[in-house]
Every structure is written in C-alpha cells, then in structure tokens.
C-alpha cells in the first residue's frame, strides 16, 4: 500500500532546540500539505507545496518556523527554536492535482508527535 | 472557503445507519463537499467526496441537497471501527488544476454504541 511516511513519530525536545519533522509524500503525488493538531485548535493548514513550490504558508509562523522540499521525494518542517507551545501533532499530506481539474483526496501520514518541555 | 456546522456529537448503535449532517449554506458554485475522518491518534482519512449529485463508495453515501447547502454523510452499517471525529469540508478545485488545502472544523465525534 502505498502511504505517507512521517519521522519521527515522537520527538521530545527542550525549549530552544531545533526539531526538523520529515516526510516522504506517496510517489507521484505533486502536492504536499502540512498540518498541525492541538486540543485547542484542532487541525491547522500550515503551508502546502505543488510540484515542490511554496504556495500558501500563511499558517504558518514565520519568526521560527520553515517548510521546504529539497526533491520530490521529501519534505521538511523545521522549528527553531522550539517553544513548548509548539507541542503538538504535526501531520503531513499529500496528494495528485491534475491540469483537468480533479478534485483529489489528499492523504495524511501518521503524525509526528512533538513535546517541548 | 465556505464555513461547514456540524453537530459537535452523535450516538449510532451498532448495526444501524449513522447520518452525520452538515451545513454549508455559503458553498460557492466551484467548491466540493468533502467528509474525512480522524480514528484516535491517526491521520485524517478521506471517505468521499462530491459537487452536486449524490455519491457512493464502499465506505459512505454522500446525499447533497438540491441547492447545496447541506449533506449528509451515511454510514450504512455503523461498526464500533466506525467511532471517530467525522469531518465536513467545503474546498474550491480550480478548473485549471491544484485546489486550495484542507480547512478542518471542529467535527462530529461519533460514538458507535455496542
């Protein structure tokens, strides 16, 4: 089956450290999105890639954080420096858009889990 | 995009149909109605999708009213498996290719009783 590969699963840091979360997006995919869960604000967009370009990371805080796809076949999410309020699940999605305008469904990774102490 | 309003709970018992609605009074002409859902501690998984006309696949059957602006996701044979955070979500797909990403609202934690 092919699936969205996230790492690490569970990362526990310390405030001020640098975190970098990873995703492998199913191949052949040209979109990337990632997203980040609390409890208190659920599900957030933070910014999303189509065919590795930037194209909206308006959720996303610029002063510490930082999205990017070095190839095809990787995306990163890195926060630095990390604050515990950064303690959450980070999802990464991707999915296929296509010229003929089909709506696709996108398709989520696991999560990360981060805890910033 | 438009704002979806789903009820924040429901119960099913298991066996029967679960019917999770959802309003979308604002949709626009372009935009899709989507549901997902979300297993504790797993990613978000799609379930269908649809524009105006009634869907269905081996998960769900998607009933959109005539003017759109509201559905209602079922579940024909609700199996404990089934107890999760249901997700409606409006999202515009450009005729030209790509769509915008995903906005998740709060959900529906549907609770499948034995």
């Known amino acids: 089956d092919a699936r969205v590969t996230q790492t690490p699963r569970d990362k526990v840091t310390e405030m001020g450290q640098e975190v970098t979360m990873r995703c492998q997006p199913i191949l052949g995919h040209n979109t990337v999105f990632w997203y980040r869960q609390t409890m208190m604000q659920g599900l957030e967009l933070l910014a999303y890639f189509r065919n590795r370009a930037p194209l909206d990371d308006s959720g996303m805080p610029k002063d510490r954080f930082s999205a990017e796809m070095p190839d095809a076949t990787l995306a990163t999410l890195k926060i630095q420096p990390s604050e515990p309020r950064d303690s959450a699940v980070y999802f990464c999605?991707?999915?296929?858009?296509?010229?003929?305008?089909?709506?696709?469904?996108?398709?989520f990774g696991e999560g990360s889990r981060l805890t910033v102490l | 995009d438009a704002k979806t309003t789903q009820p924040p709970s429901m119960d099913c018992a298991e066996g029967r149909a679960a019917n999770l609605p959802c309003n979308h009074s604002?949709?626009?002409?372009?935009?899709?109605v989507y549901w997902y859902r979300q297993i504790h501690s797993q990613g978000p998984q799609y379930i269908i999708h649809g524009l105006k006309n009634n869907e269905t696949n081996e998960m769900a059957s998607l009933i959109i009213t005539e003017d759109r602006k509201s559905s209602t996701l079922i579940l024909p044979h609700a199996t404990l498996r089934d107890t999760a955070v249901y997700y409606c979500?409006?999202?515009?797909?450009?005729?030209?290719?790509?769509?915008?990403?995903?906005?998740f609202g709060k959900g529906t934690h549907l609770i499948i009783q034995p």
């Open positions: 604002t949709i626009s002409g372009n935009e899709y």
């Open positions: 979500i409006v999202r515009r797909k450009y005729s030209g290719g790509g769509a915008d990403g995903l906005t």
């Open positions: 999605a991707s999915g296929l858009d296509t010229l003929q305008g089909t709506a696709g469904e996108l398709f």
